[in-house]
Structure formats: structure tokens, C-alpha cells
């Protein structure tokens, strides 16, 4: 299964154009990959816009080719001050956290897993009931 996903993944990463996603495409993907680690890692407001600014710029700065260079090294090394011990943990081993451009090889807002509505206040204020 992992060779497969990996194969799956290759063909794609190459299949996709080596120029970084536009600035509104960053912006709403960062969103969405925040949204969710907020969720998972119960991360604080400061905390969550942190997080945004990291993953925006990651996202707006890197290219198909180079998914975890050192665009990736830096978003890490960031989040690593941001989030606490445990948390950060919590996100090296949730893989659509820690890898999104492999666990969304497209568009992480095509994820089976994302929120289906785009606007930032509907899914903050959803991202805030608990079931």
C-alpha cells in the first residue's frame, strides 16, 4: 500500500506544473490546512495565526519540484516555536498535517477531508463546536 501511494504521489508531483501555486490559492489552502490544525492539535487564537502565517508562506513559496526543501525546513522550523511540546509531536505524526502537499497532492481544499464551505468565518465559527 505505501509503495503504491508513493508511486501515486510521484506520478502526480510530476504531472504538476514547478511553479509555486498564486498568492489567492496559497491564501485559501493555508487557510483550510490551519483550520484543520486548530482542530486536530487544539491550537490557541495566537497560536492559530501563527500557524496561518507559516503555512501561507510555505504554501505561496513552494514549487512542485521542491516540496520539502527548505520551504518545508523552514514552515517546521517555525511551527516547532509555535506549538508545544506535545502538539508539535501531534503534528509530526499526523501526515496531512506535517506533509499536506503529499496528502493533497492537487489542491489540499480537494481533500476528501476538507470543509466543503470556502469562507474563512463560516468554517472558524464551525471549527469552534465540538460533537
Known amino acids: 500500500m505505501k509503495r503504491f501511494i ?41 497560536q492559530r495565526e501563527a500557524a496561518f502565517q507559516a503555512n501561507l508562506s510555505y504554501l505561496a513559496s513552494v514549487s512542485h519540484r521542491d516540496l520539502y526543501g527548505r520551504h518545508w525546513a523552514h514552515r517546521n522550523a517555525t511551527l516547532r516555536h509555535i506549538l508545544d511540546a506535545r502538539q508539535y509531536r501531534h503534528y509530526v505524526a499526523t501526515h496531512h498535517l506535517y506533509r499536506p502537499a503529499v496528502a493533497a497532492p492537487v489542491h489540499v481544499a480537494h481533500h476528501p477531508a476538507a470543509p466543503a464551505h470556502a469562507d474563512r468565518h463560516a468554517r472558524h465559527s464551525h471549527s469552534h463546536h465540538r460533537h
Open 6 to 46: 508513493f508511486t501515486l504521489t510521484a506520478v502526480i508531483t510530476m504531472a504538476l506544473s514547478a511553479q509555486a501555486m498564486s498568492y489567492r490559492q496559497a491564501r485559501s489552502e493555508a487557510l483550510i490546512l490551519t483550520d484543520r490544525m486548530a482542530h486536530e492539535l487544539r491550537l490557541t487564537p495566537r
